[in-house]
């Protein structure tokens, strides 16, 4: 049985500052850090009044569109003085969305559920970076009439929705081999004609510099014909 690891080897890992949610105030402290980057909907958090109180410069960033990421990049990258580069990454982003877009143009839309869990069954909602690349991949998020960025749907509605594509990131290691999970719901198009698939959540789910891969990834389980090596490949 294959064995696999979330974080790298013990030797290489960062030291822990607590959870997005509860993160360690003694531990960030004790690191002294020049500069403490984090997403705008921690910035009631108490720990992070507390690091702005003692001195420490807090750059909170947000990440729920496209535009949003690439406005964080650029906000980093002129804190940490990598104006350029950080404009450069913007650029290639720009250049990946804009190639996916290409290949996909003329590609109907195809109705697609985005799981991140099963217990509860939470999806990709609308209002975040990950159902608009569904979008830019001419993906019709059945998710998106639920209301919330992540909302918990019932396997009843996913049925009478009838999505034709699933992605499911809970579906282990592999992203090549779904689970049986899906198996018993072969009223479902998606499960019928065996386009359930699953993803690297630890690409996906995390927005930044990689979201122009993430997007392929999306358009690719999407629209595979669009990518037939006949066509050549994104760049």
């Not at 939470?122 to 909302?151: K, M």
């Not at 509605?157 to 290691?173: E, H, N």
Request: overall charge negative.
């Amino acid at each position: 049985m294959s064995q696999y690891c979330d974080y790298p080897p013990a030797a290489n890992r960062l030291p822990r500052v607590g959870s997005f949610l509860m993160p360690n105030l003694e531990e960030i402290i004790a690191l002294r850090p020049t500069l403490i980057i984090g997403l705008g909907l921690s910035s009631d958090l108490r720990q992070i009044h507390a690091l702005r109180a003692i001195g420490y410069p807090v750059l909170l960033v947000s990440d729920d569109s496209l535009a949003q990421i690439e406005d964080s990049i650029i906000r980093v990258g002129r804190e940490i003085g990598r104006d350029r580069d950080a404009n450069a990454l913007v650029a290639r982003l720009g250049a990946q969305v804009a190639a996916v877009r290409d290949r996909v143009k003329d590609e109907p839309l195809v109705r697609v559920l985005m799981v991140v869990g099963h217990q509860p069954m939470v999806a990709v909602g609308e209002g975040t970076f990950l159902s608009e690349l569904l979008t830019i991949a001419r993906g019709d998020n059945i998710a998106s009439a639920s209301g919330g960025q992540w909302p918990q749907l019932s396997l009843e509605y996913i049925i009478a929705m009838r999505p034709d594509v699933i992605l499911d990131g809970s579906m282990g290691t592999d992203p090549a081999s779904p689970d049986h999970f899906w198996d018993r719901y072969s009223s479902i198009p998606a499960v019928r004609n065996h386009r359930v698939y699953g993803y690297s959540q630890d690409l996906m789910l995390h927005s930044g510099p990689r979201v122009g891969e993430s997007l392929e990834m999306i358009a690719r389980m999407i629209h595979p014909n669009a990518f037939e090596s006949s066509k050549g490949a994104t760049k």
